[in-house]
């Protein structure tokens, strides 16, 4: 009875030091109110950006049109844009915005006193919580209100509520919502290409690559080190 006791305290104090601060909120520059959560020595947003300005104040342009992203000659290709999945607004409250590669090159993206997460700052993450291998399980929100099945290896014991917010892609389709999430880092792979991190609903490891920056993912903020 005693032992069984001391794995239950100890089980609330792990969980006790990812949730400590989640009640905690930031607010974008569209008003757009986040809850946070206190990982190992980060702090993380626990919903995807939603913003349509940078922090300045400036129009992120949002692009709508599949053509655009099919010619390959388009000022979409080579410059920042947003948009909703399949360009429907309603995701927005639940998924956020689905960003191309070119929103992070102004580091404007987030709210003041938060970034995007580097490479570097993804892979403390996830070594924190046991290695790639594992850690999405403990990322991904528990459940099927938005993943669905299996959801393999859920818990959201972190508390980060990973979503799968789906993805745009180079031709311009719309793919993997409820079956799959993507962040970008604001590491670049080469000048075509940048580190992002994804989840599935069939794995419980995180995936790391290069992303084209045509396409569109969502992204979670990180809070600045003081």
């Known amino acids: 009875m005693k032992q069984k006791i001391i794995k239950t305290i100890a089980f609330l104090l792990v969980s006790l030091s990812f949730t400590a601060v989640k009640a905690q909120t930031v607010k974008d520059i569209d008003g757009n109110v986040y809850k946070t959560v206190t990982i190992g020595t980060q702090t993380w947003m626990t919903e995807n950006l939603k913003t349509t300005n940078y922090n300045d104040g400036t129009a992120i342009p949002f692009v709508s049109n599949n053509t655009a992203w099919i010619n390959r000659d388009s000022v979409a290709i080579t410059t920042a844009a947003y948009y909703w999945y399949d360009n429907d607004s309603t995701y927005k409250n639940v998924y956020g915005a689905l960003y191309n590669g070119y929103t992070i090159i102004t580091s404007k993206l987030c709210p003041c006193g938060w970034h995007l997460p580097s490479d570097a700052e993804w892979s403390v993450l996830t070594d924190y919580l046991g290695g790639e291998g594992v850690a999405g399980g403990k990322l991904k929100e528990r459940g ?18 990973a979503l799968p917010g789906g993805s745009r892609f180079m ?19 080469n000048s075509e290409r940048t580190w992002f991190r994804g989840m599935n609903n069939n794995i419980e490891f995180v995936i790391k690559g290069p ?11 990180v809070r600045d080190k003081n």
Do not use: M, Q
Request: charged share 15%; with cysteine; proline share 4%.
């Open 144 to 161: 099927y209100s938005h993943w669905v099945a299996p959801n393999t290896g859920a818990t959201n014991e972190t508390g980060f509520n």
């Open 171 to 189: 031709d311009g389709s719309f793919k993997l919502a409820n079956e799959g999430g993507n962040w970008w880092s604001s590491s670049d792979y």
């Open 211 to 221: 992303l084209e920056k045509p396409n569109g993912i969502s992204v979670r903020c």
